[in-house]
């Protein structure tokens, strides 16, 4: 073959497939230890309140009685009495007649919860929030208790996913293998069947962790936040028409209310506008909110300042009932009532994709299918940690050699630095390594020059 004619040739499968793998190594490397933890997290995130009610009964389920519910105001009154340092600044409506009240009490290091019985009014519980078993693992599984640094990290994990997917997919697909495709080779003892574990495995899962990792995207700290913005301004994320001729404030709705939503999060709260008359009190704004018809569990922002306003939003598991209220303090006015069918087409995928994540669509099934994805992707760490460790060298990193044909090697990379295009933490750090990369194996024939001489 003419040098003409092999220039031109296209890459050996065999030369493309080791340059996949060399990635699928990279990405592997970086994600494993972080899906570990993503999957564990949230393996126990998905059954939060199950877990909740078996840690806490007491404070999980109350006896219904025949007389009528104490109000919110009389609760958070109680509330602020077991926290004499503490100011009011939420008020979760019971989600059941068997459901306790909360109250959020702002003071000090750190925001306070009180759960009472709303028939009673006993304070079943006082805990600070950011020690509560249950946010304790959210935020574990965002790595916000290490700071925007750790929690961009994330963002950086759930790009190099997606490649990690599609990259194992390659390396799964059948080559005339008798094995590994959708059956398990040899023994435990031997490498093979392990690699054949975690192909199957793969097989299985890598559609669920895709979806994971898609869908934990939009909650990231860079690339979430530009497609809220980007969705925002094409009309198809937050429904901008309902605050037309709404005085607005600088206080997005998520800094307030943890039940905002996604596509809400980002939102302007209103303003009230002061006057003479006295505010409606919390009692009457949630008589205003139920004859709306709010659903039951919503949470409740209490006003701050001469302009604040009560704020409310429901996050039932039902996603299309999800509704965000703002009420102004003085007339009780709603000033803003956005129900979930008037969010944009992106925002509602999202909201629809978020929803699936959390277990929180389709009962028992989703949870137990996130739940086996959680569990497979343990097993596909595992399995590439025993994979890597059979066949690692003595004294190496044992890193997939890259292909004698530079153009499948070259390629490959373009392809991945396309997609890391698409995610710019993820893109940084794909430069990062094939720079990385690039000065490693330049000290390698660095070394090798004086022997070879």
Same mark, same amino acid.
């Given at each position: 073959?003419?040098?003409?004619?092999?220039?031109?040739?296209?890459?050996?499968?065999?030369?493309?497939?080791?340059?996949?793998?060399?990635?699928?190594?990279?990405?592997?490397?970086?994600?494993?230890?972080?899906?570990?933890?993503?999957?564990?997290?949230?393996?126990?995130?998905?059954?939060?309140?199950?877990?909740?009610?078996?840690?806490?009964?007491?404070?999980?389920?109350?006896?219904?009685?025949?007389?009528?519910?104490?109000?919110?105001?009389?609760?958070?009154?109680?509330?602020?009495?077991?926290?004499?340092?503490?100011?009011?600044?939420?008020?979760?409506?019971?989600?059941?007649?068997?459901?306790?009240?909360?109250?959020?009490?702002?003071?000090?290091?750190?925001?306070?919860?009180?759960?009472?019985?709303?028939?009673?009014?006993?304070?079943?519980?006082?805990?600070?929030?950011?020690?509560?078993?249950?946010?304790?693992?959210?935020?574990?599984?965002?790595?916000?208790?290490?700071?925007?640094?750790?929690?961009?990290?994330?963002?950086?994990?759930?790009?190099?996913?997606?490649?990690?997917?599609?990259?194992?997919?390659?390396?799964?697909?059948?080559?005339?293998?008798?094995?590994?495709?959708?059956?398990?080779?040899?023994?435990?003892?031997?490498?093979?069947?392990?690699?054949?574990?975690?192909?199957?495995?793969?097989?299985?899962?890598?559609?669920?962790?895709?979806?994971?990792?898609?869908?934990?995207?939009?909650?990231?700290?860079?690339?979430?936040?530009?497609?809220?913005?980007?969705?925002?301004?094409?009309?198809?994320?937050?429904?901008?028409?309902?605050?037309?001729?709404?005085?607005?404030?600088?206080?997005?709705?998520?800094?307030?209310?943890?039940?905002?939503?996604?596509?809400?999060?980002?939102?302007?709260?209103?303003?009230?506008?002061?006057?003479?008359?006295?505010?409606?009190?919390?009692?009457?704004?949630?008589?205003?909110?139920?004859?709306?018809?709010?659903?039951?569990?919503?949470?409740?922002?209490?006003?701050?300042?001469?302009?604040?306003?009560?704020?409310?939003?429901?996050?039932?598991?039902?996603?299309?009932?999800?509704?965000?209220?703002?009420?102004?303090?003085?007339?009780?006015?709603?000033?803003?009532?956005?129900?979930?069918?008037?969010?944009?087409?992106?925002?509602?995928?999202?909201?629809?994709?978020?929803?699936?994540?959390?277990?929180?669509?389709?009962?028992?099934?989703?949870?137990?299918?996130?739940? =086996?994805?959680?569990?497979?992707?343990?097993?596909? $760490?595992?399995?590439? &940690? @025993?994979?890597? /460790?059979? %066949?690692? *060298? #003595?004294?190496?990193?044992?890193?997939?050699?890259?292909?004698?044909?530079?153009?499948?090697?070259?390629?490959?990379?373009?392809?991945?630095?396309?997609?890391?295009?698409?995610?710019?933490?993820?893109?940084? =750090?794909?430069?990062?390594?094939?720079?990385?990369? $690039?000065?490693?194996? &330049? @000290?390698?024939? /660095?070394? %090798?020059? *004086? #022997?070879?001489?």
């Amino acid at each position: 073959m003419s040098t003409l004619a092999r220039g031109l040739a296209r890459p050996s499968p065999d030369a493309v497939y080791r340059a996949v793998w060399r990635w699928h190594f990279y990405a592997g490397l970086l994600c494993l230890p972080f899906l570990i933890l993503l999957s564990t997290t949230g393996a126990l995130y998905l059954f939060k309140d199950e877990i909740t009610a078996a840690l806490f009964p007491r404070r999980t389920v109350v006896a219904q009685h025949a007389a009528a519910p104490l109000s919110p105001d009389r609760l958070i009154y109680i509330a602020a009495q077991a926290v004499p340092d503490g100011t009011p600044v939420t008020y979760l409506d019971p989600a059941g007649p068997t459901a306790p009240a909360v109250v959020t009490l702002a003071g000090g290091v750190a925001k306070t919860l009180v759960t009472l019985d709303p028939w009673t009014g006993d304070v079943l519980d006082r805990t600070r929030a950011d020690r509560e078993p249950m946010a304790v693992v959210r935020r574990l599984h965002s790595l916000s208790y290490f700071g925007p640094v750790a929690n961009g990290v994330i963002e950086v994990v759930a790009g190099f996913t997606l490649i990690l997917v599609l990259t194992g997919a390659y390396l799964w697909w059948p080559r005339r293998q008798s094995g590994g495709v959708v059956t398990v080779r040899g023994t435990p003892r031997r490498r093979v069947w392990w690699r054949d574990l975690h192909a199957v495995t793969g097989l299985v899962a890598g559609t669920g962790l895709f979806f994971l990792a898609a869908t934990g995207l939009p909650w990231s700290i860079l690339w979430g936040q530009e497609l809220r913005a980007l969705s925002n301004r094409a009309g198809l994320g937050q429904p901008e028409a309902l605050w037309a001729g709404v005085p607005v404030s600088a206080v997005p709705a998520g800094a307030v209310l943890d039940q905002a939503g996604w596509a809400l999060e980002a939102a302007p709260l209103p303003r009230s506008q002061p006057r003479d008359a006295a505010p409606i009190g919390i009692d009457r704004a949630a008589g205003i909110l139920r004859d709306l018809g709010m659903p039951a569990g919503y949470e409740l922002s209490l006003p701050v300042g001469e302009t604040g306003i009560y704020a409310a939003a429901a996050y039932p598991r039902d996603v299309t009932r999800q509704r965000m209220i703002s009420l102004d303090q003085y007339s009780g006015r709603p000033l803003v009532d956005v129900r979930f069918g008037e969010i944009g087409p992106v925002g509602r995928a999202i909201q629809y994709g978020i929803g699936i994540h959390k277990g929180e669509l389709w009962g028992r099934a989703n949870q137990l299918a996130m739940l =086996a994805f959680c569990l497979a992707t343990i097993l596909l $760490a595992v399995t590439a &940690g @025993v994979m890597w /460790w059979k %066949r690692r *060298p #003595a004294g190496g990193l044992g890193v997939p050699p890259w292909p004698h044909d530079r153009r499948a090697a070259v390629t490959v990379t373009l392809i991945v630095a396309g997609l890391g295009a698409l995610f710019p933490l993820t893109g940084f =750090a794909i430069l990062a390594m094939i720079l990385a990369d $690039a000065a490693g194996q &330049g @000290v390698a024939r /660095w070394l %090798r020059a *004086p #022997a070879a001489a």
